[in-house]
């Protein structure tokens, strides 16, 4: 009895799935998965911060804070707002070679970016000191210290939901993007 249409499509499935997963290996040591920040926080100090997410196999999403707006009236005029930042993150995916973490941010398909040498991000581990020191294409460069051996949950969510949509558009030139979660 021939399969159905249905039943090819689930074999299809199911192979592409075992595909991935058994090319799904970790590509990054466990002394450089979880979370590195350039301080405690993306709010911390009167300067821009940044937290970069990296996950086992190499997927992960590098966060930047600009530095804390300041404040235009009051008796606070000209003064940081430590809660005044623009937060931005993008997803990307690390590879490791040698002892350089590259880390190269991921877009979606159709979506416009530059060249992957201007937005590469290369970093060094420091095992004496447990650092991340960071250069990418343009200053300033970056010096991480761990914060977390594991990532939140919701960093683990957001990464996998990325990747997920990702790969559901992929070769679908005519994929009707999702929506963004809150009207411009």
Do not use: N
């Amino acid at each position: 009895m021939p399969a159905t249409p249905l039943a090819k499509r689930a074999i299809l499935f199911a192979l592409a799935a075992w595909q991935l997963s058994a090319t799904a290996a970790d590509v990054i040591p466990a002394h450089l998965v979880g979370v590195w920040g350039t301080a405690e926080s993306l709010y911390a100090g009167t300067t821009a911060q940044a937290e970069l997410y990296l996950q086992a196999d190499g997927t992960g999403m590098l966060v930047g804070s600009s530095a804390p707006a300041l404040h235009a009236t009051g008796a606070d005029k000209g003064k940081p707002d430590p809660t005044m930042r623009v937060v931005l993150g993008v997803p990307l995916r690390a590879t490791l070679e040698g002892d350089v973490l590259s880390a190269q941010p991921f877009g979606m398909p159709g979506d416009r970016m530059p060249p992957p040498e201007e937005i590469r991000v290369a970093c060094r581990y420091d095992g004496a000191s447990a650092t991340l020191a960071c250069k990418g294409p343009k200053p300033p460069d970056m010096l991480m210290k761990r914060r977390s051996a594991t990532l939140p949950a919701e960093a683990v969510k957001a990464i996998s939901d990325v990747f997920i949509a990702a790969a559901a558009y992929a070769g679908k030139a005519g994929a009707i993007r999702p929506a963004p979660s809150t009207q411009p």
